[in-house]
């Protein structure tokens, strides 16, 4: 591995630590700047608000992305974590990462647990990296209904 190579793989893990504690802090305002403008989101067995609420939500486009996660969020308290990734860079300016990782969500109305695998592809902009798909993958996951 070259030292280009580790120096661009070390901005993709310092985005990827920055996207959960944006949203972790729910710090929405700035979360966006983690997302190409057209990322396209899918995350199965998702924390859900109402047991008859869908575990899968899909979602295009930055604006809609945030917004979405800040409805879910709010009045939550959560904690992600993400680690051992493999990531590799697929051009210049593109790379792949798969993530496993954990997380607890507090909602008003469930305590949720998951653990699974993020499947991300990024974009290098003039900014930065980006994070422009995300698939985010459950092995299992607990709910406690409150």
């Known amino acids: 591995m070259t030292l280009d190579e580790h120096n661009e ?3 993709i893990r310092q985005l990827k630590s920055r996207y959960f504690r944006l949203m972790d802090t729910q710090q929405f305002d700035d ?5 190409t403008n057209d990322i396209t989101a899918v995350y199965e ?3 859900r608000p109402a047991k008859d609420a869908s575990t899968e939500i899909a979602i295009e486009g930055c604006a809609a992305l945030v917004a979405g996660v800040r409805g879910l969020m709010t009045g939550a308290q959560s904690i992600h974590q993400g680690y051992m990734p ?3 860079l697929t ?11 954990y ?3 507090r ?7 998951g653990w699974g695998h993020y499947h991300e592809e990024y974009v ?7 994070i422009s798909k995300i698939h985010l993958t459950r092995l299992h996951t607990k709910e406690e209904w409150i």
């Open 9 to 11: 793989f070390e901005a």
């Open 31 to 35: 979360w966006h700047t983690c997302f």
């Open 45 to 47: 067995g998702a924390p």
């Open 86 to 88: 493999e990531l590799e």
């Open 91 to 101: 051009s210049a300016t593109t790379a792949t990462g798969i993530w496993s990782m």
């Open 103 to 105: 997380d607890q969500v």
């Open 107 to 113: 909602l008003p109305t469930c305590i949720f647990e």
């Open 124 to 130: 290098k902009e003039a900014d930065g990296w980006k």
